[in-house]
């Protein structure tokens, strides 16, 4: 009864197949087979769908078939969190990699109409520039036309 209320209260699938693998050695008996198709039927009907419900549940006689389903289950779910991790972190990796490419380019083109309008940046402009988003260094780029100064572009 005590395996019951744990499966009852588990909260993954992890959980489910260690009080399965306790009932399935505690019910190795053949006098206790029908108890063993009752945890199983149970299981099958009950708890599983209700736990995980994006799975289908096969039909299945005996505790050790829940067990070793769950087990392929699982290694799918490590398999496809990590895939979709992996996924995300490319993504994630590749629109940092944009913003900094256009940061990087906007930084670039503000620079060089600085040098040309007004020679050699100051490292302290140098400086700013480098800490600018590129929001700010757009904004920046269209003071240049008005600018009497580089450090009039930091003046808002």
Same mark, same amino acid.
């Given at each position: 009864?005590?395996? $019951? ?16 693998? !306790? ?26 769908? &209700?736990?995980?419900?994006?799975? *289908? ?5 005996? $505790?050790?078939? =829940? ?6 289950? =699982? ?25 900094? &490419? ?12 600085? *040098? !040309? ?11 700013? $520039? ?5 929001? *700010?260094?757009?904004?920046? *780029? ?15």
């Amino acid at each position: 009864m005590a395996a $019951l209320f744990r499966l009852e209260n588990s909260r993954d699938a992890a959980a489910i197949q260690r009080i399965l693998r !306790h009932l399935t050695d505690w019910l190795h008996a053949p006098q206790q087979a029908g108890l063993r198709r009752s945890f199983t039927e149970w299981l099958r009907r009950v708890l599983l769908p &209700g736990r995980l419900p994006d799975i *289908t549940i096969p039909a299945m006689q005996e $505790l050790q078939e =829940v067990d070793d389903m769950l087990a392929e289950r =699982v290694q799918e779910w490590y398999a496809e969190y990590e895939r979709k991790g992996l996924q995300d972190g490319m993504r994630k990796g590749m629109a940092q990699g944009m913003e900094k &490419g256009r940061c990087d380019e906007a930084r670039r083109i503000l620079l060089g109409l600085l *040098t !040309h309008r007004f020679g050699p940046v100051s490292p302290e402009v140098e400086a700013q $520039l480098q800490e600018a988003d590129v929001a *700010t260094l757009e904004a920046w *780029t269209l003071r240049v036309l008005d600018a009497r100064c580089p450090e009039d572009l930091f003046n808002d």
